[in-house]
């Protein structure tokens, strides 16, 4: 009874392994789920070879749990309890492979799905309404104009601003002027008081110079 079921089991295995071929190597038609039709008839789509997969899987799960109760039934030897580990662990590796390759799929149909989206956007952009790309260039231009309008106002009034300045450099430079004018008489009086100043000090100095020498001359000859 226990080699019958391994029988079974290396059976589920072989054919879990060519499914598991085939599922690897589904082309882009395969994994949109459309059919194809070939010589011998029409070939299995992606959904149909998935729902093999996992048949095989759940039938190659009992019939482990059948030879794991008839092992453990009939007192089995190492060998035998090794050989049931075997085929559990091969059942997990299909397993594994299995979910491995359906999320690579789903991946890549999601990837074909978005390049076919982006393509067709573009395709859209390109052949856009004429309507648009009018009101697209007016507002362009409008939003150039606004930025043209701004440059001129700003240059008045920057000049506006260095014309100001300039008046008050103006304004400031005739009352020193004024203030010059002011303060020019009172300057020649002050030098004309300082001219005469000297003057007289001059003529101090010569008068003193002279009874100098007259004493001395009165004294070397008296």
Known sequence: MLARQRREAR????????KLVQYSRLDS???SGASAESGLGRAPTIREIEREIDSHLLQLAECNDRMSREAADAAGSATTMHTLQRHREILHDFSQEFNKTKANLRTADERQQLLSSVRQDIRDHRSGNRASDTLLRERNAIQASDRMTDDVLGQAQATRDALGAQRQGFHDTGSKLRLISTLAPRASALIGA???RQKRDKMILAVVTGLCIGFILIYAFG
């Not at 059976?11 to 060519?18: G, K, Q, T, V, Y």
């Open 194 to 196: 300082i001219g005469r």
């Open 29 to 31: 038609s395969d994994r």
């Open 11 to 18: 059976r589920l295995e072989n054919e879990l392994d060519a």
